[in-house]
Each structure stands twice: as structure tokens, then as C-alpha cells.
């Protein structure tokens, strides 16, 4: 089963800084089945990014997924106030375990 | 406008079973597999099953497999989550996703609240 560690546990910038969130795999994701998930308080999971690198639709483009094997990256070029949130990574290729990250918490500084 | 709407959640006993269901509209539902998703109190997200768009393969996550199970109605458009021998670590927000093996999940419910404990 392969497993996806997020890291840092929680990011704490500024509006309109850069964030770097980081997804790392246990084995090599074959076909780059990543996704990237928000989740804002009391709301419901929002998919940004799939493949690794597609922006879903309505996503903003200051949102960028990369990436490939086993590291696996969600930039916010400029972070605006909605955008302080919990993000995920998902692994969605296994048929033995579609597995989630453990999350970040982007929060302000 | 694609819309899931879950039910069926609420207080059980330890022990105890309960039928989740989530009503799809707005896409062709046999074409989409589909997931449910949970989320304990102030924990993160948790795959539990999947079904492809037949319903005829399904997938589980370890935690659950042979107490859970994912079933579809694709009549009805409508998802299930049959959920036997529950316990206190069932306790979780439940959502119903599309999306499943090799397909990502696009869309959500709001989800809907199971709460264990005698």
C-alpha cells in the first residue's frame, strides 16, 4: 500500500506570499494519479488539481500542481485570503487503496 | 448543476448497523464511478470504498473491508454505504464523491454525520 506523507504539517504565511505544499509518496505513482484537494472550515473537500498537474474546473491559475514519482508539489503563487485553508493530496491509481495525505494547514501569519 | 445528497446518518450504538445513501443528479451516473469519503472529528480525510460505474467491482480500504459495503442503484442514481458491527472509530462525517479507481473526484455531497456511541 502506498503511502503519502504532506508536509509541513502547517504553513503560516501572509496574504499575498508564496506557498509550497509538499506531497511525498512511499513508492513511485504510476501515470501521476495525484489530485489536490481545499477543505475550508465546516466545508466540503474542493478539488483543485488532478493528474498531478491539470487545474480542475473554476480553479484559479495561482494554483499549480508538479511533480512526478514520488514528489509531488501544490503552489499558491499569491495567497489570498480564502485560499487559508487544509489541503490534501489523494492518490487515486491503486486499486488497493485510494489514499489521502495527512493534509497542511496553510494558516495566517 | 450536479448535485449528491446524502442520508441516513445519525446516533447508533456500538454494534449496530446503518444504510448511508446519496442521491446523484445532473451527470450520467453509470458513467461515473463513485466513493464515499470520511472524516473523524477534527481528523483528516479517509477514503473507505469505491464501485465503478457498473457496480461491478468494488474496493475498500483495510479499516473497513468486511464490515462496509458499497452497492449502486444506477435506476435510481443513488449510492449506498451498508455499515455493520460499527464502532467508536466509525464516527465521521461521510461523503459521497464521483470518482474512484483511475478516475478523480470531482464532485462532493455535504455529507452526512454518523455518530457511534452508546
Known amino acids: 500500500e502506498i503511502v503519502l506523507t504532506q508536509s509541513p504539517g502547517t504553513l503560516s504565511l501572509s496574504p499575498g506570499e508564496r506557498a509550497t505544499l509538499s506531497c511525498r509518496a512511499s513508492q513511485t505513482v504510476s501515470r501521476s494519479f495525484i489530485a489536490w484537494f481545499q477543505q475550508r472550515p465546516g466545508q466540503t473537500p474542493r478539488l483543485l488539481i488532478f493528474?498531478?498537474?491539470s487545474r480542475a474546473t473554476g480553479i484559479p491559475d495561482r494554483f499549480t500542481g508538479s511533480g512526478s514519482g514520488t514528489d509531488f508539489i501544490l503552489s499558491i503563487s499569491r495567497l489570498e485570503p480564502e485560499d487559508f485553508a487544509v489541503y490534501y493530496c489523494q492518490l487515486y491509481g491503486t486499486s488497493r487503496a485510494l489514499t489521502f495525505g495527512g493534509g497542511t494547514r496553510v494558516e495566517i501569519k | 448543476e450536479v448535485q449528491l445528497l446524502e442520508s441516513g446518518g445519525g446516533l447508533i450504538q456500538p454494534g449496530g448497523s446503518l444504510r448511508l445513501s446519496c442521491v446523484v443528479s445532473g451527470i450520467t451516473f453509470n458513467s461515473y464511478a463513485m466513493s464515499w469519503v470520511r472524516q473523524a472529528p477534527g481528523k483528516g480525510l479517509e477514503w473507505v470504498a469505491s464501485i465503478s460505474g457498473s457496480g461491478l467491482y468494488t474496493y475498500y480500504a483495510g479499516s473497513v473491508k468486511g464490515r462496509l459495503s458499497i452497492s449502486r442503484d444506477n435506476t435510481k442514481t443513488t449510492l449506498f454505504l451498508q455499515m455493520n458491527t460499527l464502532t467508536a472509530e466509525d464516527t465521521a462525517v461521510y461523503y459521497c464523491?464521483?470518482?474512484?479507481?483511475?478516475?478523480?473526484?470531482?464532485?462532493w455531497g455535504q455529507g452526512t454525520l454518523v455518530t457511534v456511541s452508546s
Open positions: 493528474g498531478a498537474s
Open positions: 464523491s464521483t470518482g474512484g479507481y483511475e478516475e478523480y473526484f470531482n464532485y
